[in-house]
């Protein structure tokens, strides 16, 4: 596995830290590290060579098991949603930097995609590739929880809040189980929907925790200039980079409710930078068609 110290935390204001999980690895970063640390001991134990898993075009979880494939020695598989990107792999950061780490990227249309969990569609993909790990999109399940759990650690006892980015809820359940009975756990859901709270229920072993849903920027992968202009302002001020998709929202969010007073005076807040840098360059491609500002 990664060997990496715990980094301190870094410190914005007398209120809110950063927990910088993006500085474990450029493309097993952040949580996607933590997701994937137990499942590969659990391929390797089990002794497959071959992992599968599922993404979107501009993934974070395809580009880290990618490059934790490379890094690791088992050969992957990403199976992409969009039989239409099969030609626009070269102008594609994310699909690129899969495929030059050596993933067999196999692009199905949307309808097979969402029977990805479905045991057919399994075996025809067993049928395809031979024996494979198979983890799941987003990288969440029972193992990935368990790596999650290790992002707190003793010296953050000091937060009362502790915020993180929500997509498949993995992360935020980790925290959760966690966190000391005197912490709150916020969840800042990345795209719309109402069933983020039972994926979580699922997972979660306390109740120490709240969804706020208004910052999702009109949904998955969705930006508005406003928070393209929040997220290359709080670079410039604090020299930390924030990924449009996850961390920038949930930023957004933090500053937003200071600024209504719903944090009590005196408290602390840890923001857990859970990575996604890599998706920068897929959506400045996109901004940059639509000829609106880019990250800088
Ligand atoms: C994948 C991802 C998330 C969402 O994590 P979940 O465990 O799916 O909720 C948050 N932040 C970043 C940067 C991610 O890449």
């Known amino acids: 596995m990664l060997k990496f110290e715990d980094k301190r935390n870094l410190s914005i204001d007398n209120q809110v ?18 997701k994937l640390k137990y499942n590969l001991l659990e391929a390797k134990r089990l002794k497959k060579k071959v992992l599968l898993t599922f993404g979107g075009a501009f993934s974070n979880h395809i580009a880290a098991v990618a490059s934790a494939g490379k890094e690791f020695g088992f050969n992957t598989i990403g199976v992409i949603r969009g039989e239409e990107l099969i030609h626009k792999v ?23 995609f969402r029977s990805k969990a479905d045991k057919n569609f399994i075996a025809t993909l067993k049928n ?34 502790v915020c993180c980015s929500v997509g498949t809820g993995g992360t935020i359940s980790g925290l959760i189980n966690s966190a000391l009975p005197h912490q709150k756990i916020l969840g800042f859901p990345a795209l719309k929907g109402d069933f983020l709270q039972e994926e979580i229920t699922k997972f979660a072993l306390h109740e120490n925790w709240e969804l706020i849903t208004n910052y999702h920027f009109g949904g998955y992968a969705k930006v508005t200039e406003e928070l393209i202009t929040f997220i290359n302002e709080f670079k410039h001020s604090y020299s930390i980079p924030l ?10 969010g933090i500053y937003d409710l200071i600024k209504k007073g719903y944090f009590p005076k005196h408290s602390k807040i840890l923001a857990i930078h859970t990575g996604g840098l890599q998706g920068i360059e897929g959506m400045n491609t996109k901004l940059q068609q639509q000829k609106k500002p880019l990250i800088v």
């Open 128 to 161: 395809e590739f031979g024996d494979f790990y198979l983890i799941p999109e987003g990288g969440t399940n029972a193992l990935a929880i368990k790596g999650c759990e290790e992002i707190l650690t003793e010296s953050d006892e000091c937060y009362d809040f």
């Open 90 to 112: 070269d102008t594609n950061p994310t699909l690129t930097f899969a495929r030059d780490c050596g993933m067999i990227l196999k692009f199905v249309t949307r309808e097979d």
């Open 17 to 34: 830290c950063i927990k910088p999980e993006y500085l474990i690895h450029p493309y097993i970063s952040g949580n996607k590290y933590r």
């Open 243 to 252: 990924d449009p998709i996850y961390t920038g929202k949930m930023m957004f």
